[in-house]
C-alpha cells in the first residue's frame, strides 16, 4: 500500500485527532486547498477500501477514521515506519516541476514541502531551477499573491516536458513490470515510483495494449526506451484528453510523413476502441513523436522516403570518422544502413522533444571510447554545422561505430541468453565482445526487458542479464553492458568450472529466408549479367533543360527498358525536384526511380556534350557533366533490390570509387560492378 507525504500527513492527524478534524484546520496546517483536500481525502478512501476502513464526516463535525481499533493501529504503524527514499536533487526538481505542469490550481510552497519531505526554503531553491529551465519552452512560473504557484503556458509544451520527465524518472525494467501488472479495471496504481503515478494506470494500460497489438508489427524492431518513450507521451495524453486539456497548436500534416501519420491513426483509432475519444490535433501530436522512433525500415534508394542528401552526409561521416581513426569503416554496411536509419530518426526527435538528462551508461561509453568520439564529433560539425547533438545523441552514434569495431563472429558450442536494458546499440556491442572474448558460447540472444515473458528460459545454458532483476527466479549472472576484462575472466572460469549440455542446436534467431538457396544463387546471376549486359556509356546531345535532356535520354530507351519514356521520366524529374541528387565534388549524379513502366533492372552513363548546372547534395551548385541513370522495376524482387542496392551504395563508397565512376571507361566500370555482383553471389553460395 502507498501513501504520498501529503496523503501520509493526513493520515497522521487523522489518527490523532480520534473525535475528528474539520477540513478548515486540515487545509491551514497543510496549507492547501479545499479542491486539493477533497481529492487527497478521495485518494486515501481508495487505499483503505481493502482494510475496511472508512473516512467519515458527520455533519458538523470533522472528518474521523472508522473501523476495527487493530486495523487503525496498523495503518499508524504504517505511516511512522512507511519512510519513503530520499530523492536527489535533480529528480527531486524534476518531480516538483510534475507536480507544478499537471496542477490546475496554484500550490503553496508549504504544501510542496510537505509533499517532497524537505523544507521551505528548499523548495524556493528548486523554484528558482525549474523557473529557469521553463523559460526555453514558452512556459512561466506565476507567483500570484497570496495564492500560491502555478505553471502557465502552452499544453503542447507543457506535454512535451511531462512526457520526458516521466520517461526520465522511470528504468526500463521497472516500466516493463509495472505495466505487466496493470489490468483493465485496475484504479489504483500498485507502484511507489513517483513519476508512473503520474499518469492513471488505466492510461497506462490503453497506452500499453494498443502500441504492443500484435497489428503494430513496426514497433517489433524499436528499442526499449523508444517504446517506453511512446507509451508515456500516449497515456499522457490520454489522461489529459479526458480530463479536457486539449491541444491548441495547429499542427501541419503536410509535414509529417504518410507511412508515420497513418500509423499514428491506426494507434488512435485503437485508443477509441477503449472508450477515448481523441481529437483530430492528437492525431497530429503523436504522429510528430512517432517520427522520432527509429523503426529499423530497410533503406531502399528506390523509395520516395529515402532521404538521398542523408545518405552521402552519413557516408561522409563514416569516411572522415575512417581517416581520422586509421580503420576502413566503409567496409562495413550494417553500419552505414543502421548509422542512416539512427540519423534519419535522430533528427526528428532532436526538433520534436525536449532534451533529456544524460544517461551515466552513455557517459562511460564516450569516456572508453575517447578517441572515436572526439573523430565522430568532428565528422558530425562537418557534415551537420547547423545541428546540435547532445550527450546521450553522440553515445549513441559512438555505439554504432563501436559496434562495427567489435563485429567478429566466430564458431562457438554454448547457449547464452542476455537480458539488456540500454537499446540495440549497446546490446549489439555486447553480443560481439561475448563473441571475440568468450570463444566456447556459439548461440547468443539478446531480448529487451519487454520480452521476458514470451521467452522460453529452458532453452540456454547460460543467462546473462545488465541489470539487477529483482523477481527474477532463475540463475543468472549480473554483466555490464561493456562486458569489462574482469567480467570476462570470471565468465571463463565459470564455463570452465561447469560442464554445459549445449542447447544450441535449435536456434531461436533464424537466419534470412532462402538467401543460401540455389534459386537465390541462380536469380543473383542472371540478373546480374543482365544488368552487365545493359551497362554502357553514352554521349548525348544537351538539350536546352535538363529536363529536356532527362527526357531525350528516356525516349532512346523506349521500347527496350521502359514503355512509356514520358511517364518515367516524370518520375525521376518529379524525385530530383524533391532533394538534390548532385555527388558534391565531383561532376556527377545519380538520376533513379522505380516505376511500373520500367521493363527490368538497368543502370547506364550518359556522358553530355556541355554541362549543366545543378545543385549538389550538400545545397551547393555544381556543374553536371556525367549522369548515372538507375531504374528498376515496381514492384522489384528481393535479388534486383539487392544488386541495384549495391551499385548505389559503391558509388559513394570511396574516393576510388568516386574517381571511377566519374572519370573512367565503360571497361573499368563494368569490371568495378562485376566485382561487387561476384562477392555477392560467392557469399550467397558460402551460406548454401
Given at each position: ?113 510537505i509533499d517532497f519531505d524537505v523544507s521551505p526554503s528548499t523548495i524556493h531553491n528548486d523554484l528558482q531551477l525549474v523557473e529557469e529551465s521553463l523559460k526555453d519552452y514558452s512556459l512561466t512560473l506565476e507567483r500570484r499573491k497570496a495564492r500560491g504557484i502555478i505553471i502557465t503556458g502552452g499544453e503542447y509544451e507543457r506535454r512535451q516536458i511531462l512526457g520526458n520527465t516521466i520517461y526520465s524518472g522511470v528504468s526500463e525494467y521497472e516500466f516493463f513490470h ?429 556522358d553530355l556534350t556541355s554541362p549543366i548546372p545543378v545543385l549538389g547534395m550538400d545545397k551547393r551548385p555544381m556543374a553536371l557533366s556525367r549522369v548515372l541513370l538507375m531504374l528498376a522495376p515496381e514492384p522489384m524482387t528481393p535479388v534486383e533490390e539487392k544488386l541495384l542496392g549495391l551499385i548505389s551504395a559503391s558509388i559513394i563508397e570511396s574516393d576510388l570509387n ?31
Amino acid at each position: 500500500m502507498y501513501f504520498s507525504n501529503r496523503e501520509k500527513q493526513i493520515l497522521k492527524l487523522l489518527v490523532e485527532y480520534t473525535e475528528g478534524i474539520t477540513p478548515q484546520e486540515l487545509q491551514t496546517q497543510l496549507q492547501i486547498s479545499k479542491r486539493t483536500l477533497y481529492r487527497e481525502i478521495s485518494s486515501i478512501e481508495k487505499s483503505l477500501k481493502p482494510l475496511e476502513i472508512q473516512i467519515v464526516k458527520p455533519r458538523g463535525k470533522g472528518y474521523q477514521l472508522v473501523g476495527e481499533a487493530k486495523k487503525i493501529a496498523d495503518i499508524k504503524q504504517v505511516i511512522q515506519k512507511d519512510k519513503q527514499m530520499p530523492i536527489d536533487n535533480v529528480h527531486r526538481q524534476s518531480a516538483l516541476a510534475s507536480n507544478l505542469l499537471l496542477a490546475d490550481e496554484e500550490q503553496t510552497i508549504e504544501g510542496l514541502a510537505i509533499d517532497f519531505d524537505v523544507s521551505p526554503s528548499t523548495i524556493h531553491n528548486d523554484l528558482q531551477l525549474v523557473e529557469e529551465s521553463l523559460k526555453d519552452y514558452s512556459l512561466t512560473l506565476e507567483r500570484r499573491k497570496a495564492r500560491g504557484i502555478i505553471i502557465t503556458g502552452g499544453e503542447y509544451e507543457r506535454r512535451q516536458i511531462l512526457g520526458n520527465t516521466i520517461y526520465s524518472g522511470v528504468s526500463e525494467y521497472e516500466f516493463f513490470h509495472y505495466l505487466s501488472s496493470l489490468t483493465a479495471t485496475m484504479t489504483e496504481a500498485m507502484t511507489t515510483n513517483f513519476f508512473l503515478r503520474l499518469i492513471t494506470p488505466q492510461a497506462f494500460y490503453i497506452a500499453k495494449t494498443v502500441i504492443l497489438d500484435k497489428r503494430n508489427k513496426l514497433f517489433l524492431e524499436v528499442t526499449d526506451n523508444q517504446i517506453q518513450q511512446v507509451i508515456t507521451i500516449l497515456a499522457l495524453s490520454i489522461d489529459r484528453v479526458k480530463t479536457n486539456h486539449l491541444l491548441n497548436n495547429s499542427f501541419n500534416k503536410s509535414q509529417i510523413s504518410a507511412e508515420i501519420y497513418a500509423l499514428a491513426e491506426q494507434i488512435m483509432t485503437n485508443v477509441t476502441e477503449h472508450g477515448v475519444v481523441m481529437p483530430e490535433e492528437e492525431y497530429l501530436f503523436f504522429a510528430r513523436q512517432l517520427e522520432g522512433v527509429n523503426y529499423k525500415k530497410p533503406q531502399n534508394i528506390f523509395l520516395e522516403s529515402f532521404d538521398v542528401a542523408l545518405s552521402y552526409q552519413v557516408r561522409e561521416v563514416i569516411r572522415i570518422v575512417s581517416e581520422e581513426m586509421q580503420i576502413d569503416f566503409r567496409v562495413d554496411d550494417v553500419l552505414y544502413y543502421d548509422l542512416l536509419t539512427h540519423l534519419s530518426a535522430a533528427f526528428k526527435r532532436m526538433n520534436n522533444l525536449v532534451q533529456l538528462a544524460n544517461n551515466p551508461l552513455l557517459d562511460k561509453i564516450v569516456v572508453q571510447y575517447e578517441a572515436l568520439t572526439q573523430a565522430i564529433q568532428s565528422a558530425l560539425s562537418n557534415q551537420f554545422p547547423d545541428e546540435q547533438f547532445s550527450t546521450n545523441e553522440l553515445a549513441y552514434i559512438v555505439i554504432h561505430f563501436a559496434a562495427s569495431l567489435e563485429r567478429h563472429p566466430t564458431k562457438k558450442a554454448i547457449s547464452t541468453l542476455v537480458l539488456c536494458s540500454s537499446g540495440i546499440g549497446t546490446a549489439k556491442i555486447l553480443e560481439s565482445r561475448l563473441r571475440k572474448y568468450i570463444p566456447e558460447i556459439d548461440h547468443i540472444q539478446i531480448i529487451k526487458i519487454s520480452q521476458m515473458s514470451h521467452v522460453d528460459y529452458k532453452k540456454f545454458d547460460l543467462i546473462l542479464s545488465t541489470i539487477f532483476l529483482p523477481d527474477f527466479t532463475l540463475p543468472y549472472k549480473l554483466i555490464s553492458p561493456l562486458l569489462l576484462d574482469d567480467e570476462v575472466q570470471r565468465l571463463k572460469q565459470e564455463i570452465a568450472d561447469k560442464r554445459f549440455e549445449s542447447k544450441s542446436a535449435e536456434p531461436v534467431i533464424v537466419a534470412k529466408e532462402s538467401e543460401g538457396s540455389f534459386d537465390y544463387v541462380y536469380d543473383l546471376m542472371k540478373v546480374g549479367n543482365d544488368l552487365l549486359t545493359q551497362f554502357d556509356i553514352k554521349s548525348i546531345q544537351t538539350d536546352k533543360t535538363l529536363e529536356a535532356t532527362i527526357q531525350q535520354i528516356m525516349e532512346g530507351l523506349e521500347g527496350v527498358i521502359v514503355e512509356d519514356a514520358l511517364k518515367v521520366s516524370e518520375r525521376v524529374l518529379r524525385r530530383h525536384q524533391t532533394a538534390p541528387i548532385g555527388i558534391p565534388g565531383t561532376n556527377l549524379a545519380l538520376f533513379h526511380s522505380s516505376n511500373p513502366y520500367v521493363k527490368a533492372p538497368y543502370f547506364s552513363i550518359f556522358d553530355l556534350t556541355s554541362p549543366i548546372p545543378v545543385l549538389g547534395m550538400d545545397k551547393r551548385p555544381m556543374a553536371l557533366s556525367r549522369v548515372l541513370l538507375m531504374l528498376a522495376p515496381e514492384p522489384m524482387t528481393p535479388v534486383e533490390e539487392k544488386l541495384l542496392g549495391l551499385i548505389s551504395a559503391s558509388i559513394i563508397e570511396s574516393d576510388l570509387n568516386m574517381e571511377i565512376y566519374q572519370n573512367e571507361t565503360k571497361e573499368v566500370i563494368y569490371e568495378l560492378i562485376s566485382s561487387l555482383f561476384v562477392n555477392e553471389i560467392r557469399e550467397a553460395e558460402e551460406e548454401k
